[in-house]
């Protein structure tokens, strides 16, 4: 009886987890979709420092970007990861503070590496017609970036921040999970991130007119 008890609480523990994950995703999702459209793409110089660190303040820290990051921490104290912070408002606060960090110094790195190597952080939507066509654009614009010249190249401003970043903000992170398997697993999990972000700028606007068309 007792052996049945034992086995059985682990199995509620982890279907409430993955029910309260399973609801707090989409809403993570979300946020990082509209967080994306929040930033301003419409730079007054695209090629002036000035302009890409307006661009990757608001991308951090507009609020937008801050209900994102709210969203993001409560996916995480739902899973209790890392479990050495805690529940609660002190494990919450903990948690936030540092996403908000990670978010800060992701964006100093993009901003440091498209001003150096003159890359541009906007994205351009896609002039061809078709929902397949332009989400591949989506992709294509997560991994290669227009330069300030308008060429083309690899984004070396998004991957080069999206791994060092969480390398180094893990560095915070109890022992236990400050791994080099986890800083890879988190910097592909921003690109994936960056993907939907990408998408959403894409579609977002068409779909905001066909809302803004059906209001009388």
């Not at 479990?83 to 901003?111: D, H, I, K, P």
């Amino acid at each position: 009886m007792s052996y049945t008890l034992r086995i059985r609480r682990p199995i509620g523990w982890i279907k409430g987890r993955l029910r309260g994950i399973t609801q707090l995703l989409p809403i993570a999702v979300a946020c990082t979709v509209f967080a994306a459209v929040g930033v301003c793409q419409d730079l007054d110089d695209p090629t002036a420092w000035q302009s890409k660190l307006r661009f990757h303040a608001v991308s951090a820290y507009g609020p937008a970007a801050i209900l994102g990051s709210a969203a993001y921490v409560g996916l995480l104290q739902e899973v209790d990861f890392p479990r050495e912070w805690g529940q609660g408002g002190v494990g919450y606060g903990r948690r936030l503070g540092s996403t908000l960090a990670y978010s800060g110094l992701r964006n100093t790195l993009s901003f440091g590496l498209d001003t150096t190597l003159h890359q541009d952080p906007r994205y351009d939507r896609s002039t061809d017609t078709g929902f397949w066509r332009r989400t591949k654009h989506a992709f294509r614009r997560t991994i290669l970036t227009r330069t300030d010249s308008g060429g083309e190249t690899f984004a070396t401003w998004r991957f080069g921040s999206a791994y060092a970043a969480n390398f180094i903000s893990n560095e915070w992170y109890p022992d236990r999970v400050n791994t080099v398997k986890l800083g890879l697993t988190e910097g592909t999990t921003q690109i994936g991130f960056d993907v939907l972000a990408n998408i959403g700028s894409e579609f977002w606007p068409d779909f905001k007119k066909k809302i803004l068309r059906r209001k009388p």
